[in-house]
């Protein structure tokens, strides 16, 4: 028996009542947001997309920039030269002392207590184009005096590894991002058209994207980036590469759109627009794309890691990215030196940078998969 003013809703109806009528985008970010893994990666994909963009600010010293080579990274102290706790953080610069090294007889490096240099916010620095058009010199964090500060050390040549780390998420951002947007649009139209069309014109695509499949991958990259000559231009070198990397991997999300286009073409509403004669140009991006769209978003997060450290290990070979360009993977060319590694571990910096993209691009993956999959 019904109470007075007592609700008869229940289950799926309150569910119902409760959001409203929400969006599919609406949809999708509700259930994102309960996966703590997915929100992470969106986070830090954000956080290295700032990275990218204002590189220059957060730098705090010019990557170009050349000093004797080699030094050690310069920790933040917050402690005085008696022990005492302070508020005003700073770095004790690194001396040669008189005592020699009892086995190499080198004179012993160790920090300089009575000539501290205090760090601050917004210091001036080197001159730089924020967002490539606004004139600065002043960097987020740095030494007051305005001097450089070589937080995670310098490399061979004396350069700043934590402002060529930033410096560097532009170029292998920005490949890994033109990489996928040509992957993307090119795989998908083809995977859609293949699966539409059918017959004959299918089978002979497949067989051609079969072939692009077939290709051993690593081979062919060192092969075609040879061919560019060493006194090519930086812009020219890098314009090929991502040809390359795009030539190569389109054909694996073309099969993928082309198994759901195939079972979309099936459904009632795309052969009723058959029926009263659409056309097939307005079928397959008006009914059949926005279906697979979720799968393509997925797919394109799944594949920037990738990319990324494709990059890298290309970069690593030095077949990536030319200098005066800087990248992660053209600064872990450093690293293929045992001997470097052992005395200098700090350059291997560039591949905490790399860990954390592909982590927060697979992470951010794995949320969209979970909140787009109706099942």
Known sequence: MLVPGESTLSGPTEIVEKHGSESYIALVWRRLKRSWTGMAGLVMVILLVIIALFADFLSPVDPKLTDVGYSSPEPI??????????????????????????ITYQPLIGPDYDNPRYLGFFVKGSPYKLLWLIPADRHLFGAVDGKPVHFLGTDKFGRDVLSRALYGSRISLMIALTVVSIVTVVGTTVGMVSGYFGGRFDIWVQRFVELVLAFPQL???LALTSLIPVTAPTSVFLAFVIFVMSALGWAQLSREVRGKTLALARIDYVRAAIAIGARDRRIIFQHIFPNVMSHVIVAVTLAIPNVVLLESFLGFLGFAVKPPLISWGLMLQDTSNYSAIGSYPWILAPVAFVFVTVFAFNALGDGLRDAIDPY
């Open 219 to 221: 081979p062919l990259y």
């Open 77 to 102: 102290s917050f402690t005085d030269k008696d022990g005492g706790w302070t508020f005003i953080p700073r770095i004790y610069p690194m001396v040669e002392g008189t005592e020699l090294d009892p």
